[in-house]
């Protein structure tokens, strides 16, 4: 059956470091992934997107990448501060005629000053 | 834009009530989605559409649960008759037919005695 894998164990780092989240996914064959950030008693926001066809999204200290060999993706939050700290969630597209998104379990990241 | 709005906020109702939960998409947006959030099963898509039309229900639990958008800048949820395990939060999303961004709404918590 799909599967779409976050580590379920909170992320604690310190304030500078790089935060690194992971997500795995089985039986998927996504034609692109999208990284969520949620807080507390709110909606998901929308932080990036990568097509099947990338490797690597930038923006700002956030940074993802994709590998659909190893079926992962990796998403990267350099010199972490604690506003970074939510819930962060990945999802995954089926194809690119339809939006149904899979979501998974998310992340939370805990950045301590 | 105000994003987008969800009411109500917080539902709490007894088992066997029928409730409704209310969307309004941000303006010129033609897809909208509902999910259903737990602790238990994370975020999951109940149904989405696409310029008032549904699109795909499959992720709609069972009979008790229905929805319709009637124009483009209102849907409901309906959950009749309602029972404690749709004690969830329910998000509305809504995107732009060239965008794959979700923008979600704040949520209806609900709550079945």
């Known amino acids: 059956s799909q599967k779409i894998e976050q580590n379920s164990e909170a992320l604690n780092i310190q304030e500078g470091k790089t935060a690194t989240l992971t997500c795995n996914y089985t039986n998927y064959s996504p034609a692109y992934l999208q990284w969520y950030r949620q807080d507390p008693g709110r909606g998901p926001v929308f932080l990036l997107l990568?097509?099947?066809?990338?490797k690597e999204k930038r923006k700002e200290r956030l940074k993802v990448t994709f590998d659909t060999t190893l079926k992962q993706s990796l998403f990267h939050i350099t010199a972490s501060q604690p506003a970074d700290s939510a819930t962060y969630l990945c999802?995954?597209?089926?194809?690119?005629?339809?939006?149904?998104?899979?979501f998974g379990s998310g992340t939370r990241l805990q950045v301590q000053p | 834009d105000a994003g987008v709005i969800q009411s109500p906020r917080h539902e709490v109702t007894e088992m066997g009530q029928e409730v409704t939960l209310r969307c309004k998409p941000i303006?010129?947006?033609?897809?909208l989605f509902w999910y259903r959030q737990t602790m238990m099963r994370g975020l999951e898509l109940l149904i989405y559409f696409n310029n008032n039309v549904p699109i795909d229900d499959s992720g709609m639990p069972e009979d008790r649960f229905s929805a319709k958008m009637p124009n483009a800048s209102f849907s409901t949820l309906k959950i009749q008759p309602s029972e404690p395990r749709d004690s969830a939060v329910y998000f509305c999303a809504s995107s732009y037919h060239s965008q794959e961004t979700q923008y979600f709404g704040p949520g209806t918590r609900l709550l079945v005695l």
């Open positions: 303006s010129g947006h033609d897809y």
């Open positions: 990568i097509r099947e066809n990338e």
């Open positions: 999802a995954l597209a089926a194809d690119t005629g339809r939006r149904a998104l899979t």
